[in-house]
C-alpha cells in the first residue's frame, strides 16, 4: 500500500491539472481577500462620521468575517464556492479512466493487487482535494489576517456580515472564532477530498474527461437547486425543513437559502462516501484491458 | 468556398449527433427548471399557472434575478434554475472542437489547406449550438403554452414576473403580500401586457457571444477551464449588475423591458456582436500558430 500510495500522491501532486486549478483557486482566494479589504475600508469610512452620535460597531467586518468561508456576501468568496466542485474534479477525479486508457493501469496491475491500488489512488484523490480549498483557504486567511483587525465577531452586527444566530456553528463563529476557523478548516478539507474521491469513482461510468468532470457538478448543482426549491416550499407550509444538502452550500458558513445543520453535514459526506465505495466495489471485476 | 461549405456541413452533421446526448440532458434541465418555476406560479397565482403564454413560460426559464444589493444582511439568493441551464448549455458545445481537432482535425485542416476555414466552421457551429438550446427553451414553452391553452405570444402578465421574484417565501417583498392577499388578479390586470420578444434576442446573442469565448479558451487552454470562465461570467452577472457583462442580458428579470432602470437592450446587442466577432477573431490569431501535431490526444 505505501509504495503505491507514495506513487499516486506524487501523480497527484505533479500533475498540471492540479497546479492550474491550484492557480486559479489561490487567484479567486486572493481577490476574495482584496474585495474583504476594500469592503472593511469602505465602511470603515462610513461609521467614523457617525461615532460620536451613535451606537455603531466600526469593526463590524473584521478579519473573521472577512475570511473566504464567512464573506457570504461578498462576490469572490461566493464564486470561489461554486467553483470549487469543478476544480476539485478536474485538479485529479479524470486519472482513473485516464490510467485505463493510455495503459498505465495495467502495467501498474501486473504488480499490485487492484484494490490496493484503487485504495492509493482514491486516498490520493482524497488528500489532492482537500489541499486544493484548504491551500487558498490558508493563502486568504493570511492575507486578511495580516491587515484586517481580529476583532471577535458580535452577534447584533449580522445584517452587515450576513452571519445570522440560526447560520451553521454560528455559536462557536461569535464566541470562539479561532476553533471555529479550525472546525471549518477540517470540515471543507474532508467534504471537498470526499466530492474528488466521489468524482474519481464516477470516472469508472464514463469515458470522456470533460463529462468526468462536468457532469457530477451540474448533477449535484440541480440537486441544489431541486432540494432547496423543495425545502422552501415545504419550510413556508410546515415550518421545517431539511436545509442545505448540497456541497456548494456546506462548504461555506450558510446556504443560499436558508441554513444547514450536521445532519445536512453528515447526509452530504454518507451520499460522497457510498458513491466513492459502491462504484469501485460493483466495477471490480470489469476487465481493465 | 466549397471546402469551406463542405466542412460547415461535416460539423453540422456530426458536432451535432455527437452531441445530441448533451442537447437531450439540456431539454431535461429546462424541463426540471420549468417544472420547480411552474409550481411557485401555481401556488402563489393559480388563475395565471392555468394559462401560461408561450411568453410567459419562456420567462419561467430566463426570468433569472433582480439586481443583487449587498446591504443590510441580504444573502445573494443565485437564480439556480437560470443558471444549470446555462451551464448545461456550456457543456454541451464544451469539447466537440477541441476533441475533434485532437483526433480527425488536424489532418481535416492539412487536407482542406485553411486553418480559418476549420475555425470558421467551429464558430458557425457554436452559434448553432446556442440556438437550438434557445430553440429547445422555446419549443418546450410552446409546447407547455398549447397545452395550457395560453396564448401564444411573446406577452407577459407582470404578476407572473412578480411571482417569480418572491419565489417560495412568503414575506419577502411587498409585491408578494399582495399576492398572498389575492389582490395580483387586481394589479395584473391593471398594468399592460409586456413583450419580451427583444429581450429574448438579446439574450440569445448574449449567449452565443459568451459560447464562442468559451469554446476559444476550450481549443486552446482546456475544454474544463472553458466552462470554468462560463460559470464565472454567469456567477459575476448575477451577482453586479453592469452592462458591460453579457451575462446580464441573459438575466430577464434586469432587462429594460421587465425593470423601470433595466439594462438596455441595444447595449446588449452590440456587446454581444462586439464579444462574438472579438473571440472568432482572437481564437482565429491564436490557432494560426499552435501546433496541431502537440494537440493530438492531450486531453483524452
Sequence with gaps: ?289 | MRGFARLLMCDVRYGVAAMFPRLVFVACIVAMAFFVAWVKVFIRLPEAAGDLSFGECMLLIWYGMMPYSPDNGNLFLFPMAWFCVLVAAAFAVADYPSRDLEGMGSTVVVVSGSRWAWWLSKCLWVVLMGLIVVGITMAFSLVVALVCQGSLSLAVRPGVACVLEAGFNFEIQDASRLIQEGEVAAVASALPSLDIAPAIGVATLCLVAILLVQTVLSVHLHPVLGIAATIAVLFLSAYFFVPWLPGEYMLLARSGVLLDEGLNLNVGVLLGVGISVIAVAVGDLVFNRIDLVGKRGENR
Excluded at chain 1, 474583504?36 to 465602511?43: H, V
Excluded at chain 1, 484548504?134 to 452577534?155: D, G, H, Q, R, S
Excluded at chain 1, 415550518?239 to 448540497?246: D, H, I, K, P, Q
Excluded at chain 1, 469501485?280 to 476487465?287: E, S
Design chain 1, 1 to 289: 500500500m505505501r509504495p503505491l500510495f507514495k506513487l499516486e500522491m506524487h501523480r497527484a501532486l505533479h500533475c498540471w491539472t492540479f497546479w492550474a486549478c491550484l492557480g486559479v483557486s489561490v487567484v479567486l482566494a486572493v481577490i476574495g481577500a482584496a474585495e474583504g479589504i476594500w469592503k472593511y475600508f469602505e465602511r470603515h469610512g462610513i461609521t467614523d462620521m457617525y461615532l460620536e452620535t451613535s451606537f455603531i460597531n466600526q469593526y463590524a467586518l473584521n478579519a473573521f468575517t472577512q475570511w473566504l468561508p464567512n464573506a457570504v456576501m461578498s462576490a469572490t468568496p461566493n464564486l470561489f464556492f461554486f467553483a470549487m466542485p469543478l476544480l476539485i474534479g478536474l485538479a485529479y477525479g479524470w486519472s482513473w479512466r485516464s490510467d485505463i486508457s493510455d495503459g498505465y493501469a495495467v502495467s501498474v496491475l501486473v504488480r499490485a493487487s487492484r484494490k490496493e491500488w484503487e485504495r492509493a489512488k482514491a486516498c490520493a484523490a482524497f488528500i489532492s482535494g482537500g489541499l486544493l480549498i484548504m491551500v487558498p483557504m490558508l493563502v486568504n486567511l493570511a492575507i486578511v489576517f495580516c491587515v484586517l483587525p481580529a476583532e471577535t465577531p458580535i452577534v447584533v452586527d449580522a445584517m452587515w456580515n450576513g452571519v445570522w444566530g440560526d447560520a451553521f456553528l454560528s455559536e462557536m463563529f461569535y464566541s470562539r472564532p479561532v476553533t471555529y476557523m479550525a472546525v471549518r478548516f477540517v470540515l471543507d478539507f474532508v467534504l471537498a477530498g470526499l466530492w474528488a474521491t466521489a468524482v474519481l469513482a464516477l470516472s469508472r461510468c464514463m469515458r470522456n474527461k470533460v463529462v468526468i468532470v462536468v457532469l457530477p457538478y451540474i448533477v449535484m448543482l440541480l440537486f441544489k437547486y431541486v432540494s432547496s426549491s423543495l425545502g422552501e416550499l415545504v419550510f413556508n407550509i410546515t415550518g421545517a425543513s431539511w436545509g442545505a444538502l448540497a456541497i456548494v452550500d456546506l462548504l461555506r458558513v450558510r446556504a443560499d437559502f436558508g441554513e444547514y445543520t450536521w445532519v445536512g453535514v453528515v447526509f452530504c459526506a454518507v451520499v460522497l462516501l457510498v458513491i466513492s465505495w459502491l462504484i469501485p466495489t460493483a466495477t471490480r471485476k470489469r476487465d481493465v484491458l
